[in-house]
């Protein structure tokens, strides 16, 4: 059964600082892995995708990596922004579903000006 | 990726009446849908999965009976929760896929239900 752990549960940091968000999961046998944003009360942001063949993927100042065989993925956030506070989550497929996500339960970032 | 609408964005309502919640996928037209339930401080947990044409499949301990999932048509999609009680009260989120191969999932804005 696939579970997904994020550490650490709330990450407060001073803007400009880079920073590393982590992902652990239990099944390694994944095809993907997804991080999103979530801002408070609201719906779910997708951040970026990794496929299984990939070992990371790059957005503006985000970039997330996977390593499949520890069973884990970070997301870097570079020069952090006030902008950037929310909850950042990741989420694993379940083996052989369509579609069936398993979530961390997140990590709330703020970032103070 | 897809776009996602959900409506209402929230809904109080008294214990024991029926809340409909749509999904739409505005440009993108979805054989398949997922529903999610949000409790606070919790994970998203998947609640069933809308299929267009056939039957919602629902996940171990969701009553199909109580949670009724309709995909009416590629777009639309909906989730009434039938005589809501208090424990019913949650962030309700679907999502789409956005491929075939259900490589990623394009989440609406969710709806917040508060029974009372």
């Known amino acids: 059964k696939q579970e997904v752990t994020q550490i650490p549960a709330a990450l407060s940091v001073p803007e400009g600082e880079n920073l590393v968000l982590n992902c652990s999961f239990t099944?390694?046998?994944?095809?993907?892995l997804q991080w999103f944003r979530q801002d408070p009360g609201k719906g779910l942001t997708s951040l970026l995708l990794?496929?299984?063949?990939?070992r990371e993927q790059t957005s503006g100042r985000l970039n997330a990596s996977l390593d499949k065989s520890s069973g884990r993925s970070t997301l870097y956030i570079a020069a952090s922004q006030p902008g950037d506070s929310a909850t950042y989550l990741c989420?694993?497929?379940?083996?052989?579903?369509?579609?069936?996500?398993?979530f961390g339960k997140g990590t709330k970032l703020s970032v103070k000006p | 990726g897809a776009v996602v609408s959900q409506h209402p964005s929230w809904v109080i309502c008294k214990s024991g009446t029926s809340v409909k919640i749509e999904c739409r996928s505005l440009?993108?037209?979805?054989?398949?849908m997922f529903w999610y339930r949000q409790f606070p401080k919790q994970s998203l947990m998947l609640m069933a999965t809308?299929?267009?044409?056939?039957?919602?499949?629902?996940e171990q301990g969701v009553e199909k009976d109580k949670f009724l999932i309709n995909h009416a048509s590629l777009t639309l999609s909906t989730l009434t929760v039938t005589s809501a009680h208090p424990e019913d009260s949650s962030f309700y989120i679907c999502?789409?896929?956005?491929?075939?191969?259900?490589?990623?999932?394009?989440f609406g804005p969710g709806t917040r239900l508060t029974v009372l």
């Open positions: 999502s789409v896929p956005g491929s075939a191969t259900y490589n990623e999932q394009f």
């Open positions: 099944d390694s046998a994944i095809y993907n």
């Open positions: 990794i496929q299984s063949s990939q």
């Open positions: 989420a694993a497929p379940v083996r052989g579903s369509q579609g069936n996500l398993i």
């Open positions: 440009d993108f037209q979805a054989t398949t």
């Open positions: 809308s299929n267009e044409g056939s039957k919602a499949t629902y």
